[in-house]
């Protein structure tokens, strides 16, 4: 399901690259936490929901109304929209078709992954460059790749120049403080969101470090907004039923889904124990 909102014009009084706002979104209420910290910026926003780990970035490819897609996850929060329009400027005006966070290779972003592959928390991708060379049967996953994604990132990092973005970790311990080449903070990405609107109960018997995520991810909005000097809107009861029945729509669709993955993530753990134990 694709749904797109606020379809005002683009801030600048000259003709140039259609730019949109996408999120891979799962959490009604996060959404509306992020959004409210981009909708000023003036571009239209696509919340794309049911979708794959890799099959949203095919969606932005199809959106033929689209030249720059900006990719950020409900999670992550913007603290300086002129950073981000710097960003996109920087970003057209190298020539490059990637712009993201390094999913390995710091420790800022709490995941040893390939540092090749830019995390989708936060992208800015210049699909003009990528469309006519992209073609799906390329993205073949490997053993070795950790997410979904990675077929995709490795294509465009081999293909195409991509703007690796430094980062910082929180003083929380495991939020990622991502920012522009030249330091300015972008965004703060908090991690974990799939706890943010869980019961605590549930909370407590998954995570083992005993971290109260939901507090810490709204600390993170808290924070997220007084750096913009904004008031979290109180949400409504209609607000609170939406957020509701889009729980339970969300959890119809996404339960098969990941029941579907069982037979390929079996099978290569069977492969990973078979390479690693050889039969002599």
């Not at 749904?3 to 009604?28: C, M, Y």
Request: hydrophobic fraction near 35%; include cysteine.
């Amino acid at each position: 399901m694709m749904q797109t909102e606020g379809r005002s014009p683009l801030p600048n009084d000259s003709p140039g690259p259609r730019i949109k706002i996408f999120t891979r979104s799962f959490d009604l209420r996060l959404y509306r936490r992020s959004k409210a910290l981009y909708e000023e910026l003036g571009y239209p926003t696509v919340r794309l929901t049911d979708c794959s780990a890799d099959g949203y970035f095919y969606k932005m490819l199809k959106d033929t109304e689209c030249d720059v897609a900006v990719n950020i996850d409900e999670d992550a929060f913007l603290v300086d929209p002129a950073v981000l329009r710097d960003l996109i400027r920087t970003v057209l005006e190298g020539g490059y078709a990637n712009a993201g966070c390094p999913d390995g290779g710091t420790d800022a972003v709490p995941r040893s992954g390939d540092p090749r592959v830019t995390n989708p928390f936060f992208n800015i991708l210049d699909l003009r460059q990528i469309r006519p060379a992209f073609q799906r049967r390329l993205m073949v996953r490997k053993d070795e790749d950790v997410e979904p994604y990675y077929p995709f990132f490795h294509w465009l990092s081999d293909r195409f120049t991509t703007l690796y973005l430094p980062a910082e970790k929180h003083p929380d311990g495991l939020s990622t403080i991502l920012k522009d080449p030249s330091g300015r903070t972008i965004c703060l990405h908090s991690w974990f969101a799939r706890f943010y609107s869980m019961p605590r109960w549930m909370v407590r018997r998954l995570e083992k470090n005993e971290i109260d995520q939901p507090v810490r991810i709204e600390a993170l909005i808290d924070q997220a907004y007084a750096i913009r000097g904004l008031r979290k809107t109180p949400f409504t009861a209609a607000d609170r039923l939406a957020f509701a029945a889009n729980d339970l729509v969300r959890w119809v669709i996404k339960i098969p889904q990941r029941i579907s993955r069982w037979p390929y993530k079996i099978a290569r753990a069977v492969r990973r124990r078979q390479s690693s134990h050889p039969i002599h």
